[in-house]
């Protein structure tokens, strides 16, 4: 029996329809994917631009260059943005989009649950920007502490826009996490044991695991902050019985884990990229994979050391200062395998993603030492909301999550593009980048020791506070150009890059077994895997029960069916063939009739709110109505 | 999750479970998290004050919640039954699942109108904004238990759920066996803090 695959069909079973309603029902995880990262990219852009303003209304004392009022704005939409609407979804795109090539997947195992979560990403987006035309823009800083987030301090509609729009990004993140948890755990191809599985998927998954217990917390809270602004509830009234402490638990119940969760990914990509850059596997492979595991579960015993100054009382301070030392150990681990990859490496090569990895390195470890530094009580009492602060989580989550991204970007693109970067513009942007950011944030270790607060509109003159800021503006500067030129680049590449192969780093895992960009179907012929880096190795080959049935026919299905393989969560042994569905307008639908709800709410029209609702249970049901026989082999006749 | 890809096409090797089982149990996992979060908040608002309720109110009448709780539970044990005789063809399967439907109905009337329905003062005190809250969060969880119910008697109905084949059913009592027990948990909190600790 041939195993030959018919490409052309595959091509055209796995091709999304024409027209706009195929635009918008594509569910295929590769367009959701680079969907994911475009529309991040640009929250990043347009984040970045905020805090260059920011930058210049501080660069010397007393300028004008915007209200306080306007500046609350920039400092609460640039952090929203920044740690909402870029790096999660950032990460989560990287991994829908290259998760499926690594593990040998056609597809997500649930194409229109992942559609729903990007369009309910950019209804997210779109509803908090939308505040930007209302003249409401959120004001009350990123974490949104309460009673300054109340009615009583904030009477417009600036934080209900944020409430209901970070909410809908966070639904958005849960149902990614759900994707990748399937996906990691039922779609591999066969052979790729849990123990064979690439170290990104490891990160995704411990990851996903992490935002299914951290993220459905902050839609509590901002669900009781929303229900206290709109019915005037007493959840967080001192007055009443209620305690705005509340708030903070919460929030940081989220919070704390949420900086693990950009940052385990991020680690992810690293491990994907040293190894090719280094022409050698991860040192310490499994002590690495169980840091991650260990950071997952210790990020949630981290919570309270954001709330040093509340009046905590002391064995609590011992307790969260103890485990925030702790979380460095299995941190350290992994910064340790990283530096032993590029020390006992064959003939590193200084490529633009390997720069970006020295350079979360250098700043991650920096990062790291000023943490060690608050997580001491006494320090952390005297540093509290001072601009030291802000620089050691600027170098945590630049150096933890922007550079590590950059690196995955300069990664992959040829995979995803088919077209090669310019080698140049990386390593020119990196230097801009890296020496832009340390120019911008380490001076503000010195502010902070100086006493400047954060959020901070402008300062008087003669504090020592001006020199320090002029450094800093100026290298923001750097940072934004050298954002800039990876942009640059990327457009370029796009454009008129030199044309990639399907493997141009000699990498080990099976993304870089398939074209460039990938085809439709990713994987005509399910790849058997028989190692952890099976493109170095024995590398993937072809199924030892080839002329079985089931595996003919994936590479011949009848026209329009999209046929994937289940397996087994440890082994993956091939448990059954599924159909899929690769185009739908539902998610699409339910994203519409949940916006009309939100916005319903926002502006007090319950009666619209309620034909939302409906319109939410009616899009639910007709996306879950079964079709009564899904396989058309049956009904042609092929099977019974 | 779609329950379409629940449906395999061809079996390789025996046993294993759905993809839908997968996101049924990977949803139930979040909403659980939500939940467990609201009950997080009523126990430390609780903690926070010398008297619960406030003075001159009297405690919560528990009776209309138990009521709730017995009926979904019954709701989830028929939907399981209901499944496991599905997977077999047996005739008594769909029934079941109609009465347990009707069950999730009752079990939604009995928990609102005890809290969503009530004209309880949610704005005097953050004890009565709790008992609100717990009250419409169980609420959201048995209308939806009660739709999922509503939704597979449809389908069985239309003959479109095949037995041995398509496990919607057992999708569905996984998620109303879920409610349940989160209804219950929201019941040993509200006891917690009402009865006991009061």
Known sequence: VSVAPDLETLDRTWDRRPGIAGWIGQCNHKTVGLRFIVTSLVMFVLAGVLALVMRAQLTVPDAGVVTPEVYNQLFTMHGTLMMFMFVVPMLEGLAIYFLPLQLGARDMPMPRLNAFGYWAYLGGVLLLLSSFFFGTVPDGGWYAYVPLTTTDFSPGLNLDFWLLGVTFVEVSAIVAAIEIIALVLRSRAPGMTIARMPIFAWANLVTSGMILAAFPPLVAASLLLEIERKLGTAFFDAARGGDPLLWQHLFWWFGHPEVYIQLLPALGILATVLPVATRRPLPARWLVVASFIAIGIVSF???????????????????????????????????????????????????????????????????????????????????????????????????????????????????????????????????????????????????????????????????????????????????????????????????????????????????????????????????????????????????????????????????????????????????????????????????????????????????????????????????LWPVAEPDLRVAAGDRP | MTLATSRIARPIAPGGTSIGWWGAVLGLIAVGHLVAAAWVAAIYLRSRVATWPPTATSPPDLGLNVGAVAAIGLAAGLAVVAARGLARAKPFAVPLVALAAVLGFVATGLRAWGTVLSDHPIVADAYWSVRWFLGALDTVLLVTATLVLGGVLLHSLRKVIVPGRSDELGVAALWVAGSAVFVTGTLIVQLAISVWWG
């Open chain 1, 301 to 623: 015993a981290l919570w309270v050391h954001h709330m040093f100054t509340t009046g905590i009382p002391d064995l609590v301070l011992q307790f969260f200062s103890s485990a925030s030392f702790m979380i460095t150990v299995p941190t350290a681990v992994i910064v340790f395998a990283f530096i032993a990859a590029i020390w006992t490496g064959r003939g590193v090569r200084w490529d633009p993603p390997t720069l970006f990895a020295v350079g979360f390195l250098v700043v991650f470890v920096l990062g790291g030492i000023s943490g060690v530094m608050i997580a001491v009580v006494g320090f952390n009492w005297q540093s509290h909301d001072t601009y030291f602060i802000v620089a050691h989580f600027h170098y945590v989550l630049v150096g933890g999550s922007v550079f590590p991204i950059f690196a995955g970007l300069y990664h992959w693109f040829p995979k995803l593009s088919g077209r090669h970067v310019s080698r140049r513009s990386g390593q020119v942007a990196f230097w801009l980048m890296f020496v832009g950011f340390n120019t911008t944030f380490m001076p503000q270790h010195v502010l902070g020791f100086l006493g400047m607060p954060r959020r901070v509109w402008t300062y008087e003159d003669g504090l020592g506070w001006t020199i320090w800021n002029v450094v800093s503006t100026a290298g923001s500067g750097l940072l934004g150009l050298g954002v800039l030129v990876s942009l640059v680049a990327f457009v370029q590449a796009l454009r008129s890059g030199p044309v990639a192969g399907a493997d141009p780093w000699g990498a080990p895992t099976l993304e870089w077994s398939v074209p460039s960009p990938p085809p439709n179907e990713n994987f005509a012929l399910i790849p058997i895997v028989g190692a952890s880096e099976p493109r170095w190795s024995q590398g993937s080959r072809p199924h030892p029960a080839e002329a079985t049935d089931w595996y003919t026919e994936l590479g011949r299905p009848p026209e329009g069916q999209r046929e994937a393989v289940l397996s087994t969560v440890a082994h993956a042994e091939p448990q059954a063939v599924v159909v899929i569905p690769g185009h739908s307008l539902w998610p699409f639908w339910l994203t519409v009739a949940c916006l009309v709800v939100l916005v319903a709410v926002l502006f007090d029209v319950w009666l619209l709110a309620a034909i939302g609702l409906l319109g939410v249970i009616g899009t639910i049901a007709g996306w």
